[in-house]
């Protein structure tokens, strides 16, 4: 066995090293599923609603 493995990596090499990894092999990727297919699963982008709610300013009563 080598001593490569007994190198010690500083810590931002090390997360450098990581970074390449994931970038070079996993691209995200984005695909439409039903809602009910959802559970456990990763927005790959903001959601944003069409209206606002509660209709109404529910700041009133929150005062404490």
Same mark, same amino acid.
């Given at each position: 066995?080598?001593?490569?493995?007994?190198?010690?990596?500083?810590?931002? !090499? @090390?997360? $450098? &090293? &990581?970074?390449?990894?994931? $970038?070079?092999?996993?691209?995200?990727?984005? !695909?439409? &599923?039903?809602?009910?297919? @959802?559970?456990?699963?990763?927005?790959? !982008?903001?959601?944003?609603?069409?209206?606002?709610?509660?209709?109404?300013?529910?700041?009133?009563?929150?005062?404490?």
């Amino acid at each position: 066995m080598g001593t490569e493995f007994l190198k010690i990596k500083e810590c931002d !090499e @090390a997360i $450098d &090293i &990581i970074q390449k990894l994931f $970038d070079d092999n996993l691209k995200p990727q984005s !695909e439409e &599923i039903d809602v009910t297919e @959802a559970y456990g699963r990763i927005l790959f !982008e903001d959601v944003y609603s069409r209206m606002d709610f509660p209709p109404f300013d529910s700041r009133k009563g929150q005062m404490y």
